[in-house]
């Protein structure tokens, strides 16, 4: 039995291993990122009996 594969199979099997793996960095770096705003909302909200001052 001959398995030869295509060239358009082959072609598009690789857009998408190329596509899946760029979602996944993707994913990585927006998770990355709500880390890092979760951490700069939290560091900049005032603590219990802390009073947040207003400038104007």
């Given at each position: 039995?001959?398995?030869?594969?295509?060239?358009?199979?082959?072609?598009?099997?690789?857009?998408?291993?190329?596509?899946?793996?760029?979602?996944?960095?993707?994913?990585?770096?927006?998770?990355?990122?709500q880390?890092?705003?979760?951490?700069?909302?939290?560091?900049?909200?005032?603590?219990?009996?802390?009073?947040?001052?207003?400038?104007?």
């Open positions: 039995m001959n398995h030869t594969l295509t060239k358009e199979y082959l072609l598009l099997f690789n857009a998408l291993t190329d596509t899946e793996e760029t979602l996944r960095q993707l994913r990585e770096d927006l998770i990355a990122v880390r890092q705003a979760e951490e700069l909302f939290l560091s900049d909200t005032p603590q219990d009996g802390e009073i947040e001052s207003e400038t104007s």
